[in-house]
């Protein structure tokens, strides 16, 4: 028993997720880590008052804090900037993840030489590259600048030591992986070596208002390596994704506290390097001379922005010696599933014994269910082979009854399709006034919408 006014700290911590316990266990029962529980120490030391000490700063009313410290400096790059919620913010920490070779190396080499063009000295420190080979690559797109500096190193003492010389407005880490600390235990990239590391950086960053942006590698999953808490060390982290085969790459905001955390920002990698798309819905629907069956451009909302995203299906004849298949590309499976369920027993279109596949035009993922209804029409059309009308848009929520619900930002979607040139739009009941030159058609259920289009 330990003695009266002492209280036994929990000896073993989860390295992922910080969950204390008192005895060692294989699997978090927090975050359902496998081998993460470690022990971490001895009982804590008697209870002691705690006495008042000195402030860094005295308290002062809510209206009087400054706030010039807090404003974002546009970097240039509009689509990145719109993800940030308007540029850098000084002595703020962003953790840029993504996976190999999708452009994140590049676009913040980018982002480094607008910053260090208008608004001081940026230094970009690689741990996973040589100093040359990322002049090869600055050179390619343009980025040399005098007040662009370039460091190789992997030793947290080095790059604080090019921090002090430089003193830059800007600091870019690639990657915070591959950089160790000396002072604690565990292997280069570890769990530990990673929070240890992502902290002293913060600190520096907060201490001399330098921006810093931390490069974060990702698991075969796609999640952010590393312990969680490094998501919450940081103000801002951004996903850097996109299709090997596909030029498009789609930067979001996963958590941003100076902005809006779901914004979309859209680039084309290319040879010059990564560039803004401003009005990517082209990318996203295809152009061809007459309707094809199985086909259906909805509008998409990522943040404030509406994009509109073709649906495409195709309905074949099953093989036979077995379940019929069911293929999704760019879909929510789940979602997918539930769809082809209403379409086959409201709609009443036969599905049993086919091959269903789904998918979406251009490499773009659509996730929210604002697109139900173009993918219940578009399943529909390829089943009985007739093409939806041209210039005709579909918005709205499938519930399992088959009803149509309506979604969120409906007028900014039809909106969009209107200026792309839409002119039905295929919407729920009262879904608002129609934009100028569409006019809108209003379906209950689906039932309602098979028997107004086939």
Known sequence: MPPAGVKSRPAHRCTECGYASAKWVGRCPECQAWGTIQEVGAPASPLRAVAAG?????????AQVELAAARAVPTGIEEFDRVLGGGLVPGAVLLVAGEPGVGKSTLLLEVAHRVAAS????LVVSGEESAAQVRLRAERIGALHDRLYLAAETELSAVLAHVEDVAPSLLVLDSVQTVRSPAVEGTDGGSTQVRAVASALTAV???RGMTTILVGHVTKDGAIAGPRTLEHLVDVVVSFDGERHSTLRLVRAMKNRFGPADEIGCFEIGDTGVAGVPDPSHLFVSRRAAPVPGSCVTVTLEGSRPLLAEVQALVAASGGGGSPRRAVSGLDSQRVAMVNAVV??????RLADADVFAASVGGVRIAEPAADLALALAIA???KDVPLPRGLVAVGEVGLSGEIRRVGGTGRRLAEAARQG???????????SAPKGMRLVEVPDLGAAFARLF
Do not use: F, H, M, Q
């Open 205 to 207: 960053a907060k201490s």
């Open 344 to 349: 086959e027993r409201r709609g009443r279109v």
């Open 422 to 432: 839409y002119k039905v739009a295929l919407v729920p009941e009262d879904a608002g």
């Open 54 to 62: 000195p402030v860094t700063a005295p308290a002062v009313p809510i």
């Open 119 to 122: 608004n001081g000295p940026a």
């Open 381 to 383: 059309s390829a089943a």
